[in-house]
Structures are given as C-alpha cells and as structure tokens.
C-alpha cells in the first residue's frame, strides 16, 4: 500500500473549536506569542497549507524489545545513511517538506520515538536517557553502518546521550531546537510544561490532543502552515496519551542534569542549526551548546520558528546536502 493509499484509507482528525479555544488560553499566557504573530504579520503568513497533498513517507510498523515502533525507510545502497528522529508534538511526517529530496541521494531511515509520534510506549521511555538507550536497540535492530543522525527537537537530546556512549557508530551531527543546556533558557512555555505542577496538572487534564498540537502549531511556525494530513497524523500520535509528554516534561530538569555532563564527549562532526525566532528554545541555546560540544559548526536560520525542518525547508535541505558533502570530502582525504 503507498502513502496516499494508506491515508485515504484513515479517518481524518482535526482541530476543532474547543481545541482552539484552549490554545488561545495558553497563547493569552504565553508572553513570546506577540512577537511571533507579528512576524508571521511580516511574512504574511497564510492558513492555506504549504504542502497540499498527504506525505509521501510510506510508513511501516516493527517490534523492538516488545515494543511497536513507526518507522520508515528508503533503502539507496552505497550511499550515505541518514536516520531521523521524530519531533514533539509531531511524528516523522513533519519531514515530508524534505523527505523526497532525502531519497534521492540517500539512505533514508526515519523512526518516532518510543512513547511519541505513533510508536508504542509508556512512560518509562520518558527521560533523555531511556531515549537514548533506545535508538541503539533501533540501530542494532535494523543493523544501520555509522548513520548521520538529523535529530530536532526532543530527538536532540535522544541522538545526543546516544552518540556520547557510542561515538564509534555515529559519522555525523545533525540537531537543533531541542534541551541539552544545563539550565536551559527555556521559552515561557517549556517553564509551564517542565517546571509548573499547575500547568502541568491544568494541560494534563484538561487538554486534548487537537490542543497540544495547536499550541505547537502557534508557536513552532512563521512560515509554515500543516495540511490536514499531517495534522490528522500529529493528532492521531498523543490522542488519549498526554501522559507520555506530560510526563517527558516533568522529568526535564532530571534529563538536563543527566545529559549536560555529556556534551564534552560528544566528539563526532556536529552540525547545530536553530531558528532566528525560535520562542520555545530560543537560539542562544544554541550558541551555548556550539561552544560546549567539540567540532562543532552552527547554522541559524533567519525568519524562521522552532520547527525549521518545516519553517525553512529548502534552505535546511540545502544544510543537509552541504554538510554531507563536506563530511565526504574530509573522509577522502584522510583515506
């Protein structure tokens, strides 16, 4: 079955009215949400979506140490091996913008996190550490040769504790946006989610899927806009399982204090990238983890939010490309 197939065949989930009216409660009380409106103002950002059909991820399903794991692969032999790790509060569908570019000069593996996207798993899979842990059982278990691993978002942290005790298999960096500063600079939001019993116990509760994904929508972009497809899948991945994010939250400042000794043995290729108005973790995050880490590069997006895979898309293609290309060229002067 391909792709479209595969969608047509489900139900589509939206955000509704109720789902928005909880995102504007959180937006009243979000202090940085101002500024991003009145860029997107500038960029006179539209609703109508930037990719008008279904993602062409042709998505498949595995079983790693019991759990059910989301997962996709392009297989392109005798080329560089790319592994992507799936954002919050989306899934691996947010790199259809690149995705078919990806495929066509690479060997492309993808895969939601235990516990997020639509992947099984509970709460136990909530730490940096549990994560981290993880991706080698997914590496060993589809036997992947020193991939490059693009990892935004709560995969930053995942690809970060992975590479710090097995440095040997990783060729390459790719990750941004995402906590591994220890004390982070955290935007108001990540404060509520991480630090605020209040928030945590009121988003818990009281807010559903359609909302959480809104709130992320609102902050994440000032350019991109996500069709129906994709927003049914981000729907579709935390429907009845807040808990699993929840409680990744809670657990935050545990992770922070768990990874931020790490950093310094982080010693492959690593390319940090990060957006100009990233809001939820605001760029200076960035520049700290670019002086922490040892060949280490950054890249920052201009006119660009918290989810740049998306928010500039051609321009993080083009990252990709040339930073491959220079971890090649490197790799045959040394042979």
């Known amino acids: 079955m391909n792709a479209l197939s595969s969608y047509l065949n489900e139900t589509i989930n939206s955000i509704n009215i109720l789902d928005k009216f909880y995102a504007s409660f959180l937006m009243f009380c979000t202090k940085e949400y101002k500024g991003l409106k009145k860029q997107r103002a500038l960029n006179k950002y539209s609703e109508n979506p930037t990719l008008n059909n279904p993602s062409d991820i042709k998505t498949e399903y595995t079983v790693i140490n019991t759990i059910k794991i989301r997962y996709a692969h392009y297989s392109n032999p005798g080329k560089e ?31 939601d996190l235990p516990g997020f996207g639509r992947s099984e798993g509970g709460l136990e899979f909530m730490t940096f550490e549990a994560q981290g842990q993880f991706l080698h059982h997914f590496i060993e278990h ?28 990783v060729s390459s960096l790719i990750i941004g946006d995402g906590p591994a500063i220890n004390p982070s600079n955290n935007g108001s939001i990540i404060e509520k989610l991480g630090f605020s019993k209040f928030w945590q116990f009121l988003i818990g509760n009281f807010v559903d899927a359609g909302a959480f994904v809104e709130v992320g929508n609102r902050l994440g972009y000032v350019n991109y806009t996500p069709n129906s497809f994709e927003l049914s899948d981000y729907i579709k991945s935390y429907k009845g399982r807040l808990s699993n994010p929840i409680e990744w939250f809670k657990k935050y400042p545990e992770s922070l204090t768990t990874l931020d000794p790490l950093l310094e ?34 890249k920052i997006f201009k006119n660009c939010g918290h989810f740049s895979y998306q928010d500039q898309s051609e ?12 971890q090649l060229e490197g790799n045959n002067k040394n042979d």
């Open 81 to 111: 091996t790319i592994l992507l790790l799936s954002p919050l509060p989306q899934s691996i569908i947010a790199y259809a913008p690149i995705w078919n570019d990806l495929i066509k000069d690479y060997n492309v593996y993808a895969y």
């Open 315 to 326: 321009e993080f293609m083009t990252m990709i490309q040339h930073w491959l290309n220079q």
């Open 142 to 169: 589809f036997n992947i040769k020193k991939p490059h691993i693009v990892a935004p978002d709560v995969g930053m942290p995942t690809a970060i504790y992975y590479t710090a005790q097995h440095k040997k298999n």
């Open 265 to 298: 043995k982080v010693s492959v290729p690593t390319l940090i990238f990060w957006g100009e108005n990233d809001e939820i973790l605001p760029k200076d995050n960035g520049i700290k983890l670019q002086n922490r880490i040892n060949q280490s590069e950054i």
